[in-house]
């Protein structure tokens, strides 16, 4: 099991960028995948993830309606769209495979190296 995280880099806040987590070993449709993110002297925090069963997608708040998360079968990869991004939303983001849907660490058990993204102008 591995996934690549990949995307990342310095963009202006109001710009977009698009975030990538290419899987192998394994189906990203058959499981919970989620991104997490982790800002220096922080906690790793959900930001957002998409279930298994039915492709739901749930968002943190401060991200909702800003970054939209999706994932493609034929390349099975996963990808965060992150539009609009603010200042704060600097931080090393992860992709990880779960068991359960949650904004906590605890249930997933493979992560990505991490991509560093950097808000500023």
């Known amino acids: 099991v591995q996934l690549q995280a990949s995307g990342g880099g310095l963009v202006q806040p109001g710009g977009s960028l698009r975030l990538s987590c290419a899987a192998s070993g394994f189906t ?3 499981y919970v995948i989620a991104w997490f993110r982790q800002a220096p002297g922080k906690e790793r925090e959900g930001v957002s993830c998409i279930s298994s069963s039915d492709g739901s997608t749930y968002y943190t708040d ?3 309606d800003r970054f939209t998360i999706s994932r493609s079968t034929a390349e099975n990869t996963l990808y965060l769209q992150m539009n609009s991004p603010k200042p704060e939303d600097t931080a090393v983001y992860y992709c990880a495979r779960g068991s359960e849907l949650a904004y906590a660490p605890g249930p997933y058990k493979y992560w990505g190296q991490g991509t560093q ?3 500023s102008s």
């Open 28 to 30: 990203l449709d058959d």
């Open 62 to 64: 401060s991200v909702k």
């Open 117 to 119: 993204v950097t808000v």
